[in-house]
């Protein structure tokens, strides 16, 4: 593991125009969103920021809700969706951080409704029961 954040800004060889591609997406649902849905579960369940919440999932879900974030842009540069994106998750991570949580729950919350439902490599949104999959009802929007 590593080269977390670089991972979401380097354009692999399946990529267009400099987005990332669609094999970047899969590692993508297979590294980050299982934390990112991880500390969601576990923030919800304890339903107050605990400082033991702190230290085993903020750093990883917010790093994790970056790199997915900045996956989200349609070229080379991050873009208005993937801008937005990251400033959703500094929302989360001040309120997180301030110990904040009905403001740490509206802040993820907004970063779900902004992430595309369709993105370069697919869709962007988040599959809770099993994040490593793009989520059923975004599935039927694609196939049509």
Request: no cysteine.
């Amino acid at each position: 593991e590593g080269g977390g954040a670089a991972r979401a800004f380097v354009a692999n060889g399946g990529s267009l125009n400099g987005a990332p591609g669609i094999a970047n997406f899969k590692l993508g649902r297979e590294r980050d969103l299982p934390r990112v849905v991880a500390g969601y579960k576990a923030l919800k369940a304890a339903g107050v920021v605990e400082d033991e919440w702190l230290k085993k999932y903020e750093r990883p879900m917010v790093a994790s809700m970056t790199i997915w974030a900045s996956m989200q842009r349609r070229d080379s540069v991050p873009d208005k969706v993937s801008r937005k994106l990251e400033k959703d998750t500094k929302a989360f991570e001040k309120a997180v951080k301030s110990g904040l949580y009905e403001d740490a729950m509206k802040a993820f919350d907004t970063y779900l409704e902004d992430l595309p439902s369709i993105g370069p490599a697919g869709t962007g949104k988040i599959n809770f029961d099993d994040p490593t999959l793009v989520p059923a009802e975004t599935l039927e929007l694609q196939l049509g």
